[in-house]
């Protein structure tokens, strides 16, 4: 269990040095002046030049780290280019956020994918035929998409959730919950169709195993046989798949809050995006990784859990 | 070209040429120009005009389609080009050099796929002045690991194969071989995974473009015309259609399209793929049983007729046909016969666990006097475990390797009688030591992977004795393990027996074991009982051929020097059974006589019988 823990931790260092350092190096590649570029055609010389000094543009690429890494490990990101505000403080209000719409979609991946799984591995074969073009579909209609079907339907024709903007949970739980329910959804469909699609194969293998035998043939009841024992089995696969699974969510995810006007991390960055507000974007890619490293340590553990040998 | 008469190849192939031939040739084949508005028909919805509608300002949905899509294959070309540059011969490296090389590189992967990629194609349209061209390559770069790690593993398996070896061996070099004889053999899971990485990059684009980044208005773009149509959602939903439809439709064809390619080229590396053969339809069976059953005393169990077959396409196959048994208190019957005898199958019939689609079509299971096949699944479950308890070949598969011995044990216990989770562990520990198991208490805590094989048959052993059960069907419970650990199971086995007064039935095709283990040996050939009686005569006096065929295969049998006797051919697979004695056509003593009719089973004293014509001839005083 510690183990696991001591791994990922250290896994954890590397890969965001990488991340961080990835975004320094990459202003090398810019052609001409990065100042210039960073500021935007149309932006008077003078600007140009303090964003120059405030960046250290003139320094080289590893000072310029250097001075980013010292702040950044006190907690300082930096302050944004476009209205100077202090990056780390705007990272934190919008966090929950997107934890909330990343973790929820998740969450409902997860229940969804497993009763659909269990369901469709225990029915016919037309159910795996389903169960294939369902994967299929996941696989092929982007989120957005259905979050613009989503609310087409429930908001515009049926107006039972609202299509923008978000409520905090400190200030109404049930607003924060309604407004949760299109983009999770849009978000959540691509990982229930793959998780409903692993667990499905894995079930059907497992409930093929001896062991499967030989607890039904001393008796043991289905249920407990599905529940306790091949459910467990599952599991294992299926929190791997959702962990591997979390870094395209991210990506969706940052459309989604966009789409739904989600004031988080995601539309976050795209507005500095569109403004080439640098260190915003350096901030958001740390809070990502670490969004990452978290959630997998945590699926990491629940394997661990269940499956005590992966420590020992 | 066999691949192109497969539909899962050939329409989403048809359908991205002409997607392709569609957006490159825009300038030509487009009804209208993509800026073009038509502001008598903003918002048309399809007519003949305007087949996919116009947008807000009136311009040709299909048109701005078409012209949006040429920038979009191209984009994806690039991720595609960036991919296959780099995971191509890195694969092959790290899967032909091996060694540090290949630790790094895959080291290198596991990182580079956990990085959260949205934010680093953010960064890069912030500084490359929203460039497209320059997210795509840094898509192929991130995907290019992912790519990797499948190239280097199917490269792996193509070279472990025997002429890779060989050619290895005859000293050609690593280049040579990745590319004459790997590389041939992954390209169909390269481009398997070129289509998944071009329909990740599809959505990706349009998810970027639809949230205005990379693709400056009122240049068209998928994303982007998704987006104008989001604008005008509430006063017609058909924009989203079209727009949103051509990016599913191109994504799922690469989906479709590289999995057909999967499974065809597969299909060509494996050869035409096993067909199944067609059983042929079966000699109608005689209905009478036969009256040769040996009589155990005091029977817990006693099959009459039984005859299991399997529902296929070409009708009903017997899988064993006619078989009667009994096995008396504190008895044991040992069924022996190869491979493919039925002996498993008798067991299966007699624990009420028919594979699926295999049924008793005739003939009566008795426990304890009660018919079974009359009992509800219900009912029939509560004798399982209870009543009849069962060991299975493999022990090291046998128990559920994510518990404990002490879970399985106690949910074995408590399956069958309403104790307390303690009392139920208290019993586990008493099983354990009833299977001669050391440091009982060491073990309830241990998981099966942790323990030996014979251990893991010891607790196996101690799971089915938890419902006290008054029959146990063990099916080959030493195969799989050492010499020396085989009889200790044995012994184990008997003394449970005397000490419990349990009946026991057990498969093998060990004449060990039987020897060992058994009061009454009945011999099973291709379905059938061919001989029954006292183990230690079937042993030293066989009627059968066959049995003396089997005792005299034995190995440990064999004098030293000399060869092996081996029964020459095979046993008939269910289905191709001869109408007269199965064994007829491996059978040195056949005649004409043998394959002309069936061969009843005839008792030749009080406990003997056997199934064969000649016997009175072969064995002479019977």
Not at chain 1, 143 to 154: D, E, M, R
Not at chain 1, 155 to 175: C, E, H, K, Q, V
Not at chain 2, 112 to 141: D, E, K, R, Y
Request: one cysteine or more; proline letters at 6%.
């Amino acid at each position: 269990m510690w183990r696991v823990t001591g791994t990922r931790l250290l896994q954890a260092i590397p890969l965001l040095f990488i991340v961080t350092v990835v975004t320094f190096v990459l202003q090398l590649f810019i052609p001409g002046d990065a100042a210039r570029s960073i500021g935007g055609i149309s932006a008077p010389p003078d600007q140009v030049e303090a964003l120059r000094l405030r960046l250290h543009l003139d320094d080289p690429v590893w000072v310029q780290y250097w001075h980013w890494l010292t702040d950044a490990v006190h907690g300082n990101l930096g302050s944004a280019i476009t209205n100077g505000e202090s990056v780390t403080a705007s990272l934190n209000t919008r966090i929950a956020v997107t934890l909330s719409v990343v973790v929820s979609a998740t969450l409902l991946s997860l229940v969804i994918g497993l009763v659909l799984g269990v369901t469709s591995a225990r029915g016919r074969r037309t159910l795996a035929g389903a169960a294939d073009l369902a994967a299929l579909a996941g696989m092929a209609i982007p989120a957005f998409w259905l979050g613009l079907i989503g609310i087409w339907v429930f908001n515009t024709r049926l107006g039972w959730f609202p299509a923008n903007g978000y409520t905090f949970f400190r200030d109404s739980p049930s607003r924060w919950a309604l407004s949760l329910v299109l983009p999770v959804s849009a978000l959540a469909f691509n990982g229930i169709t793959v998780v409903a699609k692993v667990s499905r194969e894995q079930l059907v293998d497992v409930l093929n195993r001896e062991f499967v035998r030989n607890l039904r043939a001393n008796g043991v009841s289905e249920r407990r046989i599905l529940f306790r024992h091949a459910l467990r089995h599952v599991l294992i696969p299926v929190l791997t798949v959702c962990g591997n699974n979390l870094i395209g969510m991210l990506g969706a995810a940052v459309v989604i809050e966009e789409l739904f006007g989600l004031p988080g991390l995601g539309s976050l960055a795209v507005t500095a995006t569109a403004s080439s507000d640098i260190p915003v974007i350096q901030g958001v890619a740390v809070y990502f990784t670490l969004i990452v490293i978290s959630i997998n340590l945590l699926l990491d553990l629940i394997v661990g859990w269940i499956n005590p040998q992966v420590s020992t | 070209m066999r691949l192109l008469r497969q539909p899962r190849i050939v329409l989403p192939g048809a359908f991205l040429a002409l997607e392709l031939v569609a957006s490159f040739g825009a300038r030509w084949l487009a009804p209208y120009p993509a800026q073009q508005a038509d502001f008598a028909a903003p918002l048309s919805g399809p007519t003949a005009h305007h087949l996919l509608g116009t947008d807000q300002l009136g311009r040709d949905v299909l048109s701005r389609l078409m012209f949006g899509g040429a920038d979009m294959f191209q984009q994806i070309a690039v991720a595609v080009a960036v991919t296959t540059v780099l995971a191509v011969p890195l694969g092959l490296i790290a899967a032909l050099v091996r060694g540090r090389l290949d630790a790094v590189l895959m080291r290198t992967a596991d990182v580079v796929m956990s990085i959260p990629g949205i934010i680093l194609l953010l960064i890069v349209l912030a500084l490359f002045g929203q460039s497209m061209t320059a997210v795509m390559v840094v898509v192929g770069l991130l995907s290019a690991p992912g790519a990797m790690r499948v190239i280097r593993s199917a490269s792996l398996s193509v070279a472990k194969e025997t002429y890779v070896a060989a050619a290895r061996v005859s000293g050609l070099r690593t280049r040579q071989i990745a590319r004459r004889h790997i590389l041939p053999r992954v390209t169909g899971l390269i481009a398997v995974n070129m289509a998944l990485l071009s329909a990740n990059a599809i959505l990706l684009a349009a998810g970027l473009t639809f949230i205005g980044l990379g693709v400056r208005p009122p240049a068209p773009s998928w994303g982007g015309l998704i987006a104008d149509a989001s604008q005008v959602l509430n006063q017609s939903l058909w924009l989203v259609v079209p727009t949103g439809g051509v990016v599913a439709l191109t994504a799922a064809c690469l989906v479709i399209l590289g999995d057909g390619v999967r499974d065809a080229l597969a299909e060509r590396w494996m050869g035409a793929g096993e067909r199944t053969p067609t059983i042929a339809a079966q000699p109608a069976p005689s209905d009478a049983p036969s009256a040769a059953v040996i009589e155990e005393p005091d029977p817990v169990v006693r099959l009459a007729g039984v005859t299991v077959s399997v529902r296929g396409s070409g009708g009903e196959t017997e899988l064993i046909r006619d078989v009667s048994l009994t096995v008396g208190r504190g008895r044991s019957v040992g069924l022996v016969g190869e491979s493919g005898c039925g002996k498993s199958m008798t067991g299966l019939a007699l624990l009420g666990m028919l594979p699926a689609g295999v049924g008793l079509r005739r003939g009566t299971v008795e426990i304890d006097g009660v018919d079974v096949g009359a009992l509800s699944p219900k009912q029939r479950r509560a004798l399982r475990g209870g009543t009849i308890a069962f060991v299975s070949q493999e022990p090291m598969v046998a128990l559920d390797p994510l518990f404990t011995i002490g879970q399985l044990l106690s949910e074995a216990v408590r399956t069958h009688e309403p104790v307390s989770r303690r009392e139920a562990r208290a019993r586990a520990r008493q099983l354990l030591v009833q299977a001669r198991i050391p440091d009982p208490d060491r073990v309830l805590r241990l998981r099966p992977p942790q323990i030996s094989g014979g251990m893991a048959q010891r607790v196996s052993i101690a799971v089915a004795l938890a419902g006290k059960p008054r029959i146990l069907v063990a099916d080959e419970p030493t195969t799989a393990l050492d010499v020396t650990v085989q009889r200790e199971i044995v012994q184990l086995l008997r003394t449970i027996q005397q000490e419990t007064g349990m009946a026991l039935l057990i498969i093998s095709h060990d004449w060990d074991v039987i020897a060992d283990a058994c009061d009454t040996a009945l011999v099973m050939y291709a379905g059938e009982v061919v001989e029954g009686g006292p183990a230690a005569r079937v042993i030293a006096e066989p009627i059968h051929p066959y049995t003396r065929s089997l005792l005299a295969a034995n190995p440990r049998l064999a004098a030293v020097g000399q060869p092996i006797p081996t029964i020459p051919g095979s046993v008939p697979a269910p289905g191709h059974w001869p109408l007269g004695c199965h064994f007829a056509d491996r059978c040195g003593f056949a005649n004409a006589g043998c394959s002309a009719a069936p061969v009843p089973l005839t008792a030749y004293d009080v406990d003997d019988v056997a199934r064969c014509l000649r016997a009175a001839e072969l064995v002479p005083g019977r």
